[in-house]
């Protein structure tokens, strides 16, 4: 076992820390001091010069305010219950985004779980910096030194199936082949896998209330933070943009998606680089997609004058059509009176549904069979992250129950 | 138009403008020809809104849509019946990596080996001379799966007499075999043949061990070699041209070296490198310089993406297409070898953007 923990490089935490874990059973979730130590930590991550140049960070330290975790103590915690953390959280974080790891380790502190969570091995600012001023934290806090340890290795199975065997939970970000890779380590008989496979997610937006809406340059920030902002490459970019017209006539459709687009335009000629081989792959995929289906017409957008902003107007949706994404300003667009339109790209890969409008336009669709479409929050908070995720209820699932009769 | 006119011409005999003309008919009359006969490139050119008319308002093969060589490798894209492929050719992807599919039937390879004779002569003259071949003869058996360097091989065959296999099937030098050559051709001017990376890890190396181990030098001053595939792996050993050059010249005395630029997609518009260091365009091809922002045309002197035009593939919508290279234009007809059209320089592939998203490459490491 030594053998194995020496190929592991320990950012906050030790050997010690993980062999210390085992069986010791769960914290109470959403403690008392659980929330200090966030709010301390957020303090601290807010107070260091560097956190400006990271809106991520920033992001998420607000998340792990006092109130914001009483917020979600509200909506989460039964009073009247008993609940314990389900005892050591194994999460591996995906390797090209920075902050993920961070909510990870959250989500386990908050529900009262020790945590091992596996760090990108890339060397991004942004978790020096929190890695840091955890560290920094935990010198205040030091029982709470027990319950982090976070690492960094290579592929190595030995690792994998080590810390494997000492979760509860073990939790994998990072899509279907980093997922396959993880599950060929055995959990414990009663340990089990929270997966975040590969997803999509789509936009919806209602043409009257688009014209309606006053500030169309705020509607396309948000529109761009979440697509571009992630090179359109998170599972909660949208992909696809349908517009739903509802009564509104075809020159009204045109007329806003000429506004959408342009107004999306302007905050990409500000801020968005494509790298060379993007444009080919742009190009390549779009071609894909009209190759194989004759009925889709792909076309390039007049209101944008380069390939950081590729638009293919689709006269049907399939199930297909979703297998052709591509990242980096890439959207798909269709118009559609009746939401229920939507079923053949509802499938369990549709995670997310971003609107701008009156939610109310998904009730036929809600009324549906659908295996898909986890979150249907407003363009701009598609990203917002929450113990509700990805359809889990992440706080029932790292949580156990004790029930007294 | 047929390409049998366009043989007609001596390869770098006519100036941009004249070949532009002639180019821009015949590569609207392939498109227009595609679109009749491969359902799924008439898919892509409907998404892109290309109709004959437009086709026929045409005025140069830039404004014509170019597909990204990568759709070779994702579908099969065929104008012919199966019936009348005569040989499929494929790209040598690494292992695990897909290959493209090139389908040719008996029209479209003739007139491959017939244009890169021509260009190739323009360099080396049309007597055949005695070939020694830098790879092994296993890579040529399979006939009816070439792969590129099988067809890179077997094409630049019909130069050669007497081709001799340098290396054994373990990727050994045979050294009793090009002593052999050496002696039968003593005097002789002789071509060599091969891909750069083998010439420089087989050839090159085993050379260079043999002086300093065994004393034994051989004498490739009589020598021209012509090598292609790309200096890709040799970066990681920091090699340059220059450099691949000298230390031949030192080792073997070896000193007329025509790199090419060519792929397995357009097989026969070759891109072969002068005596001034250029690669240049034939009247049977060009390339176009295009902006990666926006795919427009850039000038002389300014880098971007490589499109690759050949005039000569009919059985398969390969004529207009968007390499995964980077390129500068240096000139067009005003080479001091005398060449006229284009010539260029390549800078490499482009490199692979580190996408955001949460979707993994751990999992890349694993392959």
């Known amino acids: 076992m030594q053998q194995i923990f020496d190929k592991i490089n320990y950012e906050v935490g030790t050997a010690q820390t993980i062999c210390g874990m085992a069986e010791r059973g769960g914290r109470v979730p959403f403690a008392e001091e659980v929330t200090v130590l966030l709010n301390d930590w957020s303090h601290r991550i807010l107070k260091a010069p560097e956190s400006r140049s990271y809106p991520d960070v920033v992001t998420f330290a607000f998340w792990i305010r006092k109130a914001n975790v009483a917020e979600m103590r509200g909506r989460f915690v039964d009073e009247r219950s008993i609940a314990r953390g389900r005892g050591v959280a194994f999460h591996i974080a995906p390797s090209n985004v920075a902050v993920n790891y961070a909510y990870s380790l959250a989500a386990g502190l908050l529900t009262g779980n020790a945590n091992i969570v596996r760090v990108p091995s890339k060397d991004f600012p942004q978790i020096r910096l929190l890695n840091r001023t955890l560290s920094e934290t935990l010198e205040e806090y030091r029982a709470w030194q027990e319950e982090i340890c976070l690492v960094r290795y290579g592929h190595d199975q030995a690792v994998n199936d080590a810390l494997s065997q000492l979760a509860d939970t073990r939790i994998i970000w990072g899509g279907d082949v980093t997922i396959r890779e993880i599950r060929k380590s055995p959990l414990k008989a009663r340990a089990f896998d929270v997966c975040f496979a590969d997803r999509y997610s789509l936009a919806v937006v209602d043409v009257w209330s688009y014209l309606h809406c006053e500030d169309k340059e705020k509607a396309a920030l948000d529109f761009y933070n979440d697509t571009y902002l992630t090179d359109q490459n998170a599972c909660t970019s949208p992909r696809m943009v349908v517009w739903y017209a509802h009564g509104a006539s075809a020159q009204e459709q045109a007329e806003a998606a000429e506004l959408f687009w342009r107004h999306l335009w302007e905050q990409v000629e500000q801020k968005y680089a494509i790298r060379p081989i993007q444009a080919v792959n742009k190009l390549t995929t779009a071609y894909l997609a009209a190759a194989g289906h004759e009925e889709w017409r792909p076309v390039r957008a007049d209101t944008a004058a380069d390939n950081r902003l590729v638009r293919i107007a689709v006269s049907k949706l399939d199930g297909h059509l979703m297998d052709y994404r591509e990242n980096s300003g890439f959207f798909y667009e269709y118009v559609c009176d009746d939401l229920r339109e939507l079923l053949p790209v509802s499938g369990s890969r549709c995670q997310t549904i971003g609107y701008l409008g009156d939610p109310g336009m998904f009730d036929t669709l809600l009324s549906e069979r659908f295996s898909g479409i986890d979150r249907i929050v407003p363009i701009g908070r598609t990203m917002d992250f929450d113990l509700i995720w990805d359809g889990y209820h992440l706080y029932e699932m790292l949580t156990r129950k004790v029930i007294v009769r | ?367």
């Open chain 2, 1 to 367: 138009m047929e390409y049998s006119e366009l043989l007609e011409y001596e390869p770098y005999s006519l100036d941009h403008s004249q070949k532009q003309k002639l180019l821009t008919k015949r590569l609207t009359d392939l498109t227009a020809h595609h679109m009749a006969h491969c359902r799924l490139y008439k898919n892509m050119m409907d998404s892109v809104g290309m109709t004959q008319e437009r086709l026929r308002e045409a005025v140069s093969y830039e404004e014509l849509p170019f597909l990204p060589v990568r759709l070779f490798k994702e579908l099969e894209l065929a104008s012919v019946p199966k019936e009348a492929v005569f040989k499929t050719m494929t790209s040598s992807g690494t292992t695990g990596q897909r290959v493209s599919k090139i389908f040719l039937d008996r029209q479209t390879a003739a007139n491959q080996q017939k244009t890169m004779v021509k260009i190739v002569s323009d360099f080396i003259g049309s007597a055949r001379m005695p070939m020694l071949i830098l790879d092994c003869p296993s890579v040529v058996k399979n006939r009816l799966m070439f792969s590129a360097r099988g067809a890179g091989i077997l094409g630049f065959s019909i130069f050669g007499a007497d081709r001799t296999y340098a290396l054994t099937d373990e990727m050994k030098l045979d050294i009793d075999g090009v002593r052999q050559f050496l002696e039968r051709h003593s005097g002789q001017r002789i071509l060599m043949f091969g891909f750069t990376f083998m010439v420089w890890q087989h050839f090159y190396k085993e050379l260079l061990r043999l002086e300093r181990e065994e004393g034994e030098r051989f004498d490739f001053s009589n020598g021209i070699l012509i090598h292609g595939g790309g200096w890709k792996k040799l970066t990681s050993e920091a090699v340059s041209p220059e450099e691949f050059h000298r230390r031949l010249l030192a080792v073997c005395g070896l000193d007329h070296i025509h790199d090419y630029y060519g792929m397995v997609e357009q097989t026969g518009c070759i891109y072969m490198q002068c005596e001034c260091g250029h690669l240049h365009a034939s009247i049977f091809s060009d390339v176009i310089i295009r902006n990666p922002d926006d795919f427009t045309v850039c000038g002389v002197g300014d880098k971007g993406i490589i499109e690759t035009v050949s005039a000569i593939p009919e059985s398969y919508p390969g004529h207009l297409l968007l390499t995964e290279d980077e390129g500068i234009l240096l000139g067009k007809d005003d080479c001091p070898c005398g060449r006229r059209g284009k010539y260029f320089k390549i800078l490499g592939r482009l490199e692979n953007a580190e996408i955001r998203g949460c979707s993994d490459t751990y999992a890349a490491d694993f392959r």
